[in-house]
């Protein structure tokens, strides 16, 4: 059976051929985002505090994301998924906790640093999430 054979019977054959002119038309939309060069960044996410019998991860442990995901604790992992996301696309959340424990570096030298308690009421856990410019 030759491609075009195997496409038609498969049903595959419409979605191919009209696929490409919607794609064409979704990147025609964003003319800002295709012609500005994009940072990349690194994430990676270490324990600042916990309780010193908590269960799920001791402070100092360190993370690298999104290549450690499955090893951080889920109800951790949600409460951090907007702020990851906001650190990715280049977004700095512009208070800074200042004269408390969890004071923010603001892209200092490629730097930039959140903290996030995780949800748990029993661990009193703060992660930092560190982003570096790469
Ligand atoms: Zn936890």
């Not at 075009?4 to 191919?16: A, V």
């Not at 051929?17 to 940072?39: D, H, I, N, Y």
């Not at 290549?67 to 949600?78: E, G, Q, R, V």
Request: glycine share 4%.
């Amino acid at each position: 059976m030759d491609r075009k054979d195997f496409l038609k019977k498969s049903g595959c054959g419409m979605l191919c051929f009209a696929a490409p002119p919607l794609l064409a038309q979704s990147a025609a939309m964003q003319p800002a985002v295709a012609a500005q060069e994009r940072k990349r960044f690194k994430i990676d996410i270490e324990i600042y505090e916990a309780r010193e019998d908590s269960w799920c991860h001791k402070k100092g442990d360190t993370f690298a994301y999104p290549a450690d995901m499955a090893k951080l604790c889920p109800w951790l992992l949600s409460r951090m998924h907007d702020f990851i996301r906001l650190l990715q696309n280049d977004v700095t959340l512009s208070w800074k906790y200042e004269g408390t424990p969890y004071e923010k570096v603001l892209n200092e030298s490629g730097i930039t640093t959140e903290f996030v308690r995780c949800p748990d009421p029993t661990g009193d856990l703060v992660a930092k999430i560190i982003r570096t410019e790469v």
